[in-house]
T-cell receptor, first 114, second 117 residues
Framework: DAGVTQSPTHLIKTRGQQVTLRCSPISGHKSVSWYQQVLGQGPQFIFQYYEKEERGRGNFPDRFSARQFPNYSSELNVNALLLGDSALYLC?????????????FGPGTRLTVL | AQSVAQPEDQVNVAEGNPLTVKCTYS??????LFWYVQYPNRGLQFLLK??????LVKGSYGFEAEFNKSQTSFHLKKPSALVSDSALYFCAVRDRKNSGGYQKVTFGIGTKLQVIP
């Protein structure tokens, strides 16, 4: 089976622009979470979605938003990009999104804001 | 609040020797604990997790970790290191009490493991 896939692999934007990142979970997984990993740091939790509803949100500004589609894929949107948004954005999926579920991560999207 | 500390930025070990990567945690309730590995320009790969039960957890690629509640630690270990184990290792925690029913995981800053041939 294919793992979690993310697109695009790399992205370069300028300050003030908007970006959309995409994620397809492992087949059969209904929960998707998004993490931001700044260089030299561990991933930080942004959102979790389950069955198209937001289940949890981390400490990120309202410029960050996400949604989940009926096929369980997900998009992360970031508006009014800042230089500090440059990071690796990771998507993780899990079967049912419960607290004991293991999250499986995709390869990430590298976002560079100039 | 939940937090994780990985006290060593880098661990160097000779190939064939045992390795230990340290992790301590802080939660208000009981913890769920995870180890992930990240290779350069790659996402995170799941190694193992502690949910409940036996304090010694065995995972992928010969890795294991020991949960120690009194020391609030969850150190990652392997009896014999391989050069291919060289990577960045992340410990992560989820607070069972304050999870809010969702999967927010708090990661440490990572420990770089260098296995020397």
């Amino acid at each position: 089976d294919a793992g979690v896939t993310q697109s695009p692999t790399h992205l370069i934007k300028t300050r003030g622009q908007q970006v959309t990142l995409r994620c397809s979970p492992i087949s059969g997984h209904k929960s998707v979470s998004w993490y931001q990993q700044v260089l030299g740091q561990g991933p930080q939790f942004i959102f979790q979605y389950y069955e198209k509803e937001e289940r949890g949100r981390g400490n990120f500004p309202d410029r960050f938003s996400a949604r989940q589609f009926p096929n369980y894929s997900s998009e992360l949107n970031v508006n009014a990009l800042l230089l500090g948004d440059s990071a690796l954005y990771l998507c993780a999926s899990s079967p049912a999104g419960t607290v004991t579920d293991t999250q499986y991560f995709g390869p990430g999207t590298r976002l560079t804001v100039l | 609040a939940q937090s994780v500390a990985q006290p060593e930025d880098q661990v160097n070990v000779a190939e064939g020797n045992p390795l230990t990567v340290k992790c301590t945690y802080s939660v208000s309730g009981n913890p769920y604990l995870f180890w992930y590995v990240q290779y350069p320009n790659r996402g995170l790969q799941f190694l193992l997790k502690y949910i409940t039960g036996d304090n010694l957890v065995k995972g992928s690629y010969g890795f294991e970790a020991e949960f120690n509640k009194s020391q609030t630690s969850f150190h990652l270990k392997k009896p014999s290191a391989l050069v291919s184990d060289s990577a960045l290792y992340f410990c992560a925690v989820r607070d069972r009490k304050n999870s809010g029913g969702y999967q927010k995981v708090t990661f440490g800053i990572g420990t770089k493991l260098q296995v020397i041939p």
